[in-house]
């Protein structure tokens, strides 16, 4: 059986993934590793980006972790079959449901005066996005043209008790093991499934976790929030929509797209899916200027949530942190290390 399954996919994907794996059997020798094709590579090989083989490979690892898929030249091909609907197809398919990014500042670059941005020192919080429901999954949704002329498009939100209760379990879980406080955001004031959805995290947090603080908070003040004062926060449980907004928000209190790892989670012993939350970089692949540090954390994450060695995610995250003071910097956090030099850094430091 595999325990980790790597899909490097494109651009950048195989150069950071490559380094998270020399990570991973220098911390874990004793694990079983195997690779795929995924993505614009697969589609090249098989015409499809996500073969049935390799999503029953991903299905029966133990953990999966992705690089980035997509580019430019996978942009005419037909929409059901492109690089993105091989992700979306493989988020459904593991039933990956509850997509954990976090965002955490390393004290090395809290000072990013390289960066010529402003991060927020000690930042330490967790989105809990749900990750195969409402808009980007429900329908109907279609393109139409009016009779009296111009168009309309259809989205549709759909939500479910079920769907709501099981990603904000995961939420309240994560609580307990951080500094027990929940903010679930939504917008119930002007969406049914806003309602909805405070309705069962209120009730499930009533039965299930009276222990942990729970607020509400409407969506919109919460990208305020996030911006105003993040450190207020420790875990925020949101919809895919908003999720996928308030966490692009979030990360870039952080540093670099190339730092930031996440984690897309289901029931309890089924396969985790594990990925930098960046793309494929197409205008620095091959180049060996990507920063695998996104890549090597979504590892810790990997080892920490699906393959049970959380002293093993310790002991990468300690690394990262060293190699990190010792002043390893790739380009986009303002230093002129190569991919693989900054993989070398984690490994002396481990
Ligand atoms: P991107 O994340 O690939 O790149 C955005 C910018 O950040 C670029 O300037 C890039 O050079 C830089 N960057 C990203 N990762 C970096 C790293 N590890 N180190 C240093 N710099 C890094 O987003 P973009 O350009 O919008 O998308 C490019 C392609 O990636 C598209 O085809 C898109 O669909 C795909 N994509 C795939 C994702 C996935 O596989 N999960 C997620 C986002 C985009
Ligand atoms: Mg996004």
Request: net charge negative; with cysteine; charged share 20%.
């Amino acid at each position: 059986m595999t325990d980790l399954l790597l899909l490097p996919g494109d651009g950048i994907g195989p150069e950071v993934t490559a380094q998270a794996r020399r990570v991973a059997e220098a911390v874990a020798p004793d694990l079983s590793i195997a690779e795929a094709l995924f993505g614009g590579c697969s589609f090249d090989a098989h015409g499809t980006p996500l073969t049935d083989e390799v999503l029953a490979a991903a299905r029966s690892a133990r953990a999966v972790l992705m690089g980035a898929v997509g580019g430019p030249q996978w942009a005419g091909a037909p929409r059901d079959r492109r690089p993105e609907a091989g992700l979306l197809n493989l988020r459904a398919g593991m039933e990956v449901y509850a997509n954990l990014r976090p965002a955490l500042c390393f004290p090395a670059l809290a000072d990013a005066s390289s960066l010529k941005r402003h991060l927020v020192e000690g930042l330490d919080f967790m989105i809990v996005r749900e990750l195969t429901g409402g808009i980007y999954f429900g329908s109907p949704r279609f393109i139409e043209d009016l009779p009296g002329g111009g168009r309309r498009a259809v989205d549709t939100q759909v939500y479910t008790t079920a769907e709501i209760e099981r990603v904000a379990r995961v939420a309240f879980q994560l609580a307990r093991g951080r500094r027990n406080l929940v903010h679930s955001a939504e917008k119930s004031n002007v969406m049914d499934s806003g309602l909805l959805w405070r309705q069962v995290v209120t009730d499930l947090h009533a039965r299930e976790f009276p222990d942990v603080r729970l607020e509400h908070i409407l969506a919109d003040n919460a990208a305020m929030q996030i911006v105003r004062d993040p450190r207020q926060f420790d875990v925020m449980v949101t919809d895919n929509l908003f999720g996928d907004i308030l966490s692009d928000a979030a990360a870039q209190l952080t540093g670099s797209l190339g730092m930031l790892p996440s984690a897309a989670l289901g029931d309890a012993g089924r396969p985790g899916l594990y990925e930098p939350i960046h793309g494929s970089a197409p205008d620095i692949a091959g180049q060996g200027l990507a920063n695998p540090l996104a890549s090597i954390l979504s590892l810790e994450m990997a080892f920490r949530w699906s393959l049970g060695r959380p002293e093993t995610a310790d002991r990468i995250l300690a690394a990262v942190v060293r190699a990190l003071d010792n002043g390893a910097r790739t380009r986009d956090l303002g230093g002129d290390l190569t991919t693989v030099q900054m993989g070398d850094a984690v490994l002396v430091a481990l």
